[in-house]
């Protein structure tokens, strides 16, 4: 049963070839970025210009479609507010190193609320409060429309 497993051991179940297919292009893009002359600041390829490195293009974000079989590359601009890559996470890795590190692992909710993601969610959560919500149902009751 599937039931009771989170999503990442259901897809596992589901689709034994995944982990193998996700690591495959892990590997790739590790050294297309090691062989890249600007390492891990490498820009994203904007083209499908494989002439401009030796390895091919290089992406930032590969999202796969088991569906249809397809890969496709994306490009994107970080989020000022990512617990991996922000300024703020960034700075304070550089500024304290393993100590950075120490604490991010021991002090739940540290790197949320250093990049911002804390507050992000406290403002979802009381836009979420001050939405009113119609019971199921009342609009049929209503007449304005009806529920499919």
Excluded at 6 to 22: E, F, M, S
Aim: aromatic letters at 6%; glycine letters at 8%.
């Amino acid at each position: 049963s599937l039931s009771d497993r989170t999503l990442d051991q259901q897809c596992t179940v589901t689709r034994p070839g995944l982990a193998a297919i996700a690591s495959a292009l892990l590997v790739e893009v590790l050294v297309c970025l090691i062989q890249h002359p600007l390492g891990a600041k490498a820009p994203a390829s904007q083209t499908d210009d494989y002439g401009s490195h030796p390895l091919g293009i290089v992406p930032h974000q590969i999202r796969g479609f088991l569906s249809t079989f397809r890969n496709m590359s994306i490009s994107g601009k970080s989020y000022d507010c990512c617990s991996a890559c922000s300024p703020k996470v960034l700075e304070a890795y550089e500024k304290n190193g393993w100590d950075f590190v120490q604490r991010a692992l021991n002090e739940k909710g540290y790197v949320e609320e250093l990049s911002g993601l804390a507050e992000v969610q406290r403002a979802a959560e009381k836009a979420a409060a001050d939405v009113e919500w119609e019971e199921e149902g009342s609009a049929v009751e209503e007449g304005e429309g009806e529920l499919v």
